[in-house]
DNA sequence: GGTGCTCTTGACCAAATGGTCAAAGTTGTT
DNA sequence: AACAACTTTGACCATTTGGTCAAGAGCACC
């Protein structure tokens, strides 16, 4: 019967797919990422890519879909950085090495961030089964790690998982945020991350140190 | 000539019209708040507000009016805590006091804090002059006072500008966030603001104790 | 150089959406 | 009661938007 009738296959298998599977998604996060998903059109993605409206939907069978193929991509990589945090390692080291992680991340990916909160500021609808799977157990892991380190007097006691919302929200603040801390600090480029760098380095190593 | 047809007048006069246009808005800051403004139709906050569309193109000539006058009205409270913070005060203390005020917004007004994210993600299109003006003047004022009483030595030296900052992303991440607060911590109601609280007090109590 | 596959697009469609309008219903005042 | 002002709405409109389709262009392999 008439089944999948556009969609080249679930993953680019000639180099034209690929590169315009590419590019689709690189200009689908520009304006996503910039609008929300609601308020970006087809016909935004499709003029960002250079390519038509339904030239864009013979690549990906609907809006949703392009949202949910950057979505997945995202939360891959998202979790890396908290990954990271090994169990055997010097414990405040190892939680500032996270931070600057989390900094780095905001500075490299920041339309990447934008996406994400867009996605979580509207109630999450379309991730909220991998925040409550991978994300929880993830967080709920790292948590007893950081548990572990207090008992061990490594590290000052805190609550773990404010620990994380704190570091979480503070790095991300310079992505999300960055219209409003480009308004206030008017920097030139970057030069604010230094200082964000340096800042977040001392007020979590005077929160961490025993 | 044919001036304003429809509108009543800029502020409300009869208590029908005051009732009304209260309504409209607190529909509209449910909805904007939760869809962002492309997100949200007129249908959805006229059904919220029990009213028929044109019933309230009665009482706001536009969807921008109904979301201009709702930022209007959140940037006069925004700040409000942020003010409250006093030069002649004891330093820690009054910045303690201003992290707890802030995260009482973020408790009490979630959707007024959503609002504001939602606005600020997309580059601040609308209040881009506030944050520029009454915002970053008011915060540079701060900044100054913070400097002053680190010259004194009642404060830790610190980056006043990232402390600020570090302020309102950890607050707001309460409100902005809450679904994957909540996600997480599955938490009953809003026990997890307690946590919050002592855990956000004990964050700055370190860093900016001398 | 033809045959089948991949890729591209102009024209089109139905639904949603912001907004208008004239007419009808309410309310307040004298 | 009557008159004017205020309030409400059903019907309507133009535009935008996600998505379809059939026909045409490239491309590759024999």
Redesign the interface.
């Known amino acids: 019967m008439g089944i999948e009738r556009h969609m080249p296959g679930r993953q680019p298998r000639t180099r034209i797919q690929k590169k315009n599977t590419e590019t689709i998604l690189e200009a689908a996060l520009d304006v996503f990422s910039?609008?929300?998903?609601?308020?970006s059109t087809l016909d935004q993605i499709a003029k960002a890519a250079g390519l038509s409206k339904p030239n864009l939907l013979y690549y990906f069978p609907s809006k949703v879909a392009i949202h949910r193929a950057l979505i997945d991509e995202l939360m891959q990589n998202w979790l890396d950085p908290l990954r990271k945090i090994e169990a055997d390692g010097e414990p405040v080291e190892e939680l500032l090495a996270y931070v600057l992680r989390k900094l780095e991340m905001a500075r490299e990916y920041p339309r990447e961030s934008?996406l994400f909160?867009?996605e979580?500021?509207?109630?999450?609808p379309n991730i909220?089964d991998k925040?409550?799977g991978e994300?929880?157990s993830l967080?709920d892991e790292k948590a007893q790690v950081i548990d572990g380190w207090i008992a061990s007097g490594a590290l000052a006691p805190?609550?773990p998982?404010?620990?994380i919302?704190?570091i979480?929200?503070?790095t991300?603040?310079?992505a999300?945020?960055d219209?409003?801390?480009r308004?206030?600090?008017r920097p030139e480029g970057d030069a604010h991350f230094e200082?964000?760098a340096?800042?977040?380095d001392?007020?979590f190593r005077?929160?961490l140190t025993p």
Do not use: P
């Open positions: 910039q609008h929300g998903f609601r308020g934008r909160a867009n979580i500021v509207q109630g999450a909220m925040i409550e994300l929880k967080v805190v609550d998982y404010h620990l919302f704190s979480w929200s503070t991300q603040h310079y999300d945020f219209a409003q801390v308004a206030i600090l200082d964000a340096a800042y977040l001392t007020l005077r929160m």
